[in-house]
């Protein structure tokens, strides 16, 4: 036997359908954002490589130094004030190796993220860092700051890989897990460019590719018209559930 028709039950699938529509067009809403965000970033890419390479110096002006134009400079490693900054590749924990190179004929660096050694495993030695000298020609691609990693155990309570106070503090290089531009030049002491050197082809003696974010806005497009979807499929249902109640309500 059919059971009677409870009219607060149709009030409470129109209220859920109503927020179910609601939530799903703010995620398509939110889809569409993170496209217009990614494609916000690539033509900032592609605007920075499209300039022409900048000769690094002490009196080049900050505005000059946009993130990805290509770039270079001429000085002297200062391999005593190197760092090693903590990032996998390509699912291999190791470090990216940050040497502060003194451009010539000036009393002004620009820090250099030189490239990326493996990490090594329990009994084996390290990875031997090259270490030239005298004056160098370094190429690469300016990023505005050292990227950093999200430092997620900081909220647990672990300890967290600190810059020394000063630099340099003797024996092997210091390990962080994020370097800031800042805190480096108090703790060494120099005078830094505003903006990181993310050297570039075989010269390094390193291996490493530098990260690029992610500007796949197609995907987000996807998103966005599947929630869309989702959003259409809940209008109809509420417009079902309505239409029957008000012939139920007419009858």
Do not use: C
Not at 45 to 55: K, S, T, V
């Amino acid at each position: 036997m059919a059971q009677p028709h409870s009219p607060t039950r149709t009030i409470a699938a129109l209220l859920l359908l109503a927020a179910a529509a609601a939530v799903l067009a703010s995620l398509g809403r939110w889809q569409l954002h993170r496209a217009d965000e990614r494609r916000a970033v690539r033509a900032q890419i592609e605007a920075g490589r499209a300039r022409p390479p900048i000769a690094l110096a002490s009196d080049t002006p900050p505005a000059e130094l946009q993130a990805w134009r290509p770039a270079r400079a001429r000085g002297t490693w200062l391999h005593d004030l190197t760092v090693l900054v903590d990032r996998n590749q390509e699912g291999r924990p190791g470090q990216w190796v940050a040497t502060p190179l003194l451009l010539e004929g000036s009393r002004t660096a620009v820090l250099v993220l030189r490239g990326w050694v493996p990490r090594p495993l329990p009994g084996q030695p390290a990875t031997e860092i090259p270490r030239p000298a005298g004056p160098q020609d370094v190429q690469g691609e300016l990023a505005l700051r050292v990227p950093r990693l999200f430092e997620l155990w900081s909220f647990g309570g672990k300890e967290v890989a600190q810059l020394p106070a000063r630099l340099p503090a003797g024996g092997a290089p210091p390990e962080v897990q994020n370097l800031d531009l800042q805190d480096y030049a108090r703790a060494t002491g120099l005078e830094l460019l505003p903006a990181v050197l993310e050297q570039t082809g075989p010269a390094s003696g390193l291996a490493g590719e530098w990260p690029q974010p992610s500007i796949d806005s197609d995907q987000n497009m996807g998103y966005a018209m599947q929630w869309f979807g989702f959003t259409g499929i809940a209008v109809v249902a509420w417009l079902v559930v309505a239409w029957r109640a008000w012939r139920r309500r007419r009858a």
